[in-house]
């Protein structure tokens, strides 16, 4: 099944900056998504992103909060804008592949 | 809408012991259930799917309909079976969203 490298890690920001999390899979891929795992609690899907289209975003999140880019079918980022410290949580990208989905290792965010 | 139920957010058992985590589901079409599980420090991993129907590292899940249920079961319980696990359910057709219960973290005691 498929790959998924995401970076950063971690990372620590200031309220009212923007972080962009890449994720690149080592196959090609039609779907990509999107989660937030706030801390104790489970996976939430942000957005859907397919290649050629604009993301599809769940009930809660918006497009100027969490601008999201797939500009093929190997690629996504996700940047959290105008940060708060509500923000804080771990990001999480996935992809469908072969019996299921892949899952990327993750980014840690806290903002200060 | 979808809803996936995990009701025991810690479930603690000793080595050799049995252990069923549950996993209730709320859909009203023909959902497609998947356990995923996630050791320390590793990314999460899918464990089982119940189209597969396959026993993975001796875990078995099996979709009960009437009781809108998909349990995970393992007859022993090793040390290396600690981790948290996620029950998810995929909505039928060409919807690929994943809806997630909030996760039993096992530990599985000497």
């Known amino acids: 099944s498929a790959v998924i490298s995401q970076k950063p890690s971690r990372d620590i920001c200031q309220r009212g900056t923007s972080l962009t999390i890449q994720c690149q899979v080592d196959?090609?891929?039609?779907?990509m998504f999107w989660y937030r795992q706030q801390p104790g609690q489970s996976l939430t899907l942000i957005a859907t992103?397919?290649?050629?289209?604009?993301?599809?975003?769940e009930s809660g999140f918006v497009i100027d909060k969490f601008p999201i880019s797939r500009p093929n079918l190997t690629f996504s980022t996700l940047t959290v804008s105008n940060m708060s410290p509500e923000d804080s949580s771990i990001y999480l990208c996935s992809a469908t592949s072969g019996d299921g989905y892949t899952f990327g290792s993750g980014t840690r965010l806290t903002v200060v | 809408a979808q809803r996936v139920t995990q009701p025991e957010k810690l479930l603690s058992v000793f080595k050799g012991a049995p252990v069923e985590l549950k996993c209730n589901y709320s859909?009203?079409?023909?959902?497609?259930l998947f356990w995923y599980v996630q050791y320390s420090r590793q990314r999460l991993q899918l464990l089982l799917r119940?189209?597969s129907r396959e026993s993975i590292k001796g875990f078995t899940a099996d979709l009960n309909k009437g009781e809108t249920s998909f349990h995970l079961k393992k007859p022993f319980a090793q040390e290396e079976d600690s981790a948290m696990y996620y029950c998810?359910?995929?909505?039928?057709?060409?919807?690929?969203?994943?809806?997630f219960g909030k996760g039993t973290l096992l530990t599985v005691n000497p």
């Open positions: 859909y009203s079409g023909s959902p497609e």
């Open positions: 119940h189209i």
């Open positions: 196959s090609q891929v039609t779907m």
């Open positions: 998810a359910l995929k909505s039928g057709g060409s919807n690929y969203k994943l809806t």
């Open positions: 992103a397919n290649q050629g289209s604009e993301a599809t975003y």
